[in-house]
């Protein structure tokens, strides 16, 4: 069930050459600036993130401007453009988290852009962590944002028409049994391709400084009103300044159930390789599954402060984003498909 690692490299070794205030070529330190996302997404927002992290800007900034590149984009599963719920509603999850272990979520949000920035102004401007639906709604619009029409992209509109043909439209209750969960199925096209697309994303600063992000439309044709993992705080995502910053993909109860990205950090604390400790919180996932874990995809990534990155996944098929500067600042971008 776990696949081997391909490293694709996008840009070559030397190409974007850079400096930025605070950073020594060539001096053996941690690897950074540094960014990872989840998906083939992750390559165009790490660009939008890179070019924070390369004039020496904050690591919360890069995740909030990288994930937004994804948000604005028409992608199945992230932003307005997204597949709906079963009632044929978008409705976004995000949350952001910064290097004091501030942060800040939404969660069944409609009709707005950019749910990531939602996120932050709750996590800036308000006591509290989440917001939630009209609440959400009411307060990104008291923030200006501006409220988008509620029309389906044309590719969800005939995504949506499609799954209504094929789809029982059965409640879904026990998720353990993925195959008769007529509304879960879309998570695997015909293709085989897995129907997730979620950015998640982790950034370290040339100051040393993690944070992250992550925001999503969830699982395609949803119960309505289901929330997976990606806007809660240490399961879509945790970041801990000492430590190292995660983020997770792919079949958010079950990323929930172990409390994933707070469980990769800890391992790392622990010691663990990033890789590892994806690789760990994967098999504790699988382990809790049993045989019901080949029907699911849940992939992780995570950094350290030592700029070392990873990712390990259930099923093969997931990959993610990376760029970062080398020892001797260098941009280096890549892939890796696992
Ligand atoms: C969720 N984890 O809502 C998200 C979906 C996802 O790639 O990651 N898709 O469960």
């Known amino acids: 069930m776990l696949h081997r690692?391909?490293?694709l490299q996008l840009g070559s070794l030397g190409l974007g050459a850079f400096s930025f205030a605070g950073s020594t070529a060539g001096k053996a330190a941690a690897r950074k600036p540094i960014v990872i996302s989840t998906w083939d997404a992750g390559i165009e927002a790490n660009k939008a993130a890179w070019k924070v992290l390369r004039s020496g800007g904050r690591a919360l900034d890069a995740v909030e401007q990288g994930v937004m590149i994804t948000e604005a984009s028409q992608n199945c599963c992230v932003g307005l453009g997204a597949n709906p719920d079963r009632d044929g509603y978008v409705t976004l999850d995000s949350c952001i988290m910064d290097e004091k272990a501030n942060c800040g979520s939404v969660a069944f949000l409609e009709r707005i852009k950019h749910p990531v920035s939602v996120a932050r102004r709750v996590m800036e401007k308000t006591p509290h962590v989440m917001l939630v639906g009209s609440g959400a709604q009411q307060f990104a619009i008291e923030e200006g944002f501006p409220l988008e029409p509620s029309k389906l992209s044309e590719e969800a509109e005939r995504d949506y028409q499609n799954w209504l043909k094929k789809s029982e439209y059965k409640?879904?209750?026990?998720?353990?049994?993925?195959?008769?969960q007529t509304a879960f199925v879309p998570i695997k096209y015909d293709n085989g391709e897995w129907n997730h697309?979620?950015?998640?994303?982790?950034?370290?600063d040339a100051a040393g400084n993690l944070s992250g992000s992550c925001t999503t439309s969830g699982m395609g044709f949803k119960m309505r009103g289901r929330l997976g993992d990606s806007p809660i705080?240490?399961?879509g995502l945790f970041v801990d300044n000492e430590v190292g910053a995660a983020t997770a993909t792919g079949q958010g109860e079950d990323v929930i159930r172990i409390c994933g990205s707070h469980l990769v950090v800890e391992l790392m604390r622990q010691g663990l390789s990033p890789e590892a400790a994806c690789k760990k919180a994967v098999e504790r996932i699988i382990k809790i599954k049993?045989?019901?874990a080949k029907d699911i995809q849940v992939g992780f990534i995570a950094i350290n402060k030592q700029g070392e990155y990873g990712g390990y996944c259930i099923q093969k098929g997931f990959n993610f984003a990376v760029c970062y500067a080398d020892d001797k600042n260098f941009m280096v971008e890549?892939?890796?498909?696992?």
């Open 5 to 7: 690692r391909r490293f």
């Open 171 to 180: 409640p879904v209750i026990n998720i353990e049994n993925t195959k008769k």
């Open 197 to 204: 697309d979620t950015i998640g994303m982790v950034a370290m």
């Open 233 to 235: 705080i240490g399961a």
């Open 290 to 292: 049993g045989d019901a």
């Open 334 to 338: 890549g892939r890796f498909v696992l």
